[in-house]
Antibody, heavy 119, light 109 residues
Framework: EVQLVESGGGLVQPGGSLRLSCAASGFTFSSYSMNWVRQAPGKGLEWVASINEDATEEYYVDSVKGRFTISRDNAKNSLYLQMNSLRADDTAVYYC????????????WGQGTLVTVSS | QSALTQPRSVSGSPGQSVTISCTGASSDVGGYDYVSWYQHHPGKVPKLVIYDVSQRPSGVPVRFSGSKSGTTASLTISGLQAEDEAHYFCCSFAGSLWLFGGGTKLTVL
């Protein structure tokens, strides 16, 4: 059974940093592109970042470019999101999502971790 | 690019059919057949119900179907059941990024 478990969320002040982690199990992690998707309170989902299987390609939504960095450790079956210069509008539940090349979409998701940016 | 447009809410009685629309642009929904739909019960993990516009993953009931016309994709749920009450999100590939809809709350009356 595929499992994606996020951690690292919490309360942080504007301008601060946070590192999210996603522990993957139940599949060959190194064979899949991985993503972060977020949902702000009362809003829809927003794709944040993607990283390919061997971490040679990264993609970001414009609003986080230069502030967030996606990375992975295939030996540890883990995905990360380093978030710097956090702003109030980064407040959201952050989901780790697996990309399926067969389905051309995100076929498995974690439960999410809440990030709150507030003074 | 803007998020895809979905109605905020739809409703239907058990046994009826409902359709949720997802409107984008020629650069996303209209340009690719990579539209997917997700069911999200509060506090639970989002679940994929439709991929590639109209394909159902194994285990998803045939009551769920998808289609697309131009820049609008649609999710139809027939034979509504109480457990279908949830939020539904559409998603489309948009070249170098992914766009989601704002989400639709389905209420089963």
């Amino acid at each position: 059974e595929v499992q994606l478990v996020e951690s690292g969320g919490g309360l942080v002040q504007p301008g601060g940093s946070l590192r999210l982690s996603c522990a993957a199990s139940g599949f060959t992690f190194s064979s899949y592109s991985m993503n972060w998707v977020r949902q702000a309170p009362g809003k829809g989902l927003e794709w944040v970042a993607s990283i390919n299987e061997d971490a040679t390609e990264e993609y970001y939504v414009d609003s986080v470019k230069g502030r967030f960095t996606i990375s992975r450790d295939n030996a540890k079956n883990s995905l990360y999101l380093q978030m710097n210069s956090l702003r109030a509008d980064d407040t959201a539940v952050y989901y780790c999502a697996r990309y399926s090349g067969s389905f051309h979409c995100f076929d498995d998701w974690g439960q999410g971790t809440l990030v709150t940016v507030s003074s | 690019q803007s998020a895809l447009t979905q109605p905020r809410s739809v409703s239907g009685s058990p046994g009826q059919s409902v359709t949720i629309s997802c409107t984008g642009a020629s650069s996303d929904v209209g340009g690719y057949d990579y539209v997917s739909w997700y069911q999200h019960h509060p506090g639970k993990v989002p679940k994929l119900v439709i991929y590639d516009v109209s394909q159902r993953p194994s285990g998803v009931p045939v009551r769920f179907s998808g289609s697309k016309s131009g820049t609008t994709a649609s999710l139809t749920i027939s034979g509504l059941q109480a457990e279908d009450e949830a939020h539904y999100f559409c998603c489309s590939f948009a070249g170098s990024l992914w766009l989601f809809g704002g989400g639709t709350k389905l209420t089963v009356l």
